[in-house]
């Protein structure tokens, strides 16, 4: 398997040859309106650390190859594979066709959620982060099968949404590998 430090992704163009044989987790990753460039780079940062099937980009969300995605992402936005869609309830409607069995699971603060350690994630998933100040919205939220939130113990309520998917998307690695 290739192994790319920071300097050399920086530089580097995402090889079809290569990124078709890259071994992928049964991973989705949706936005839902997030604003921060730099937090879609990071995104992708993960995605590529998970080896996330893809990332579908929705709303009002910038894509790549907008320069700061890119340089947050350093540049994995070459690797892994990506789609813009209108509205993330499209991303779902068209990942259940697409995927039969998904799990969708937004991570969200809501009265209807469980802590992230004690979910139960099933295979293939995919986990929604939303809008930096309003979240992942209603519709959505909805149209999931589960939402899950973080414990926070200060007096902030809640984490960055790249900060809350990597936490949750290494749990969800964990359940892969056991």
Not at 63 to 80: C, D, G, L, M, Y
Not at 143 to 149: A, E, G, M, Q, T
Request: aromatic content about 6%.
């Amino acid at each position: 398997m290739i192994k790319l430090g920071a300097a050399q992704l920086r530089t580097t163009k995402g090889d079809p040859e290569i990124i078709k044989d890259l071994k992928r987790n049964p991973i989705y990753i949706i936005l839902d309106n997030v604003l921060d460039t730099y937090n879609i780079g990071a995104i992708f940062r993960l995605a590529d650390a998970v080896a996330a099937e893809r990332i579908i980009i929705c709303g009002e969300s910038e894509v790549p190859p907008h320069t700061r995605i890119k340089k947050a992402s350093i540049n994995t936005t070459e690797w892994v594979k990506w789609e813009y869609k209108d509205t993330p309830l499209l991303a779902i409607e068209d990942l259940r066709k697409e995927v039969p069995g998904i799990q969708i699971v937004s991570i969200e603060l809501d009265k209807r959620a469980i802590p992230f350690n004690s979910a139960e994630y099933k295979f293939p998933v995919a986990l929604i982060v939303g809008h930096e100040s309003k979240g992942v919205s209603k519709e959505v939220m909805d149209s999931s099968d589960l939402i899950v939130d973080l414990p926070m113990f200060g007096v902030n309520k809640s984490l960055n949404v790249m900060v809350s998917l990597g936490i949750v998307l290494y749990e969800v690695i964990k359940r892969i590998e056991s």
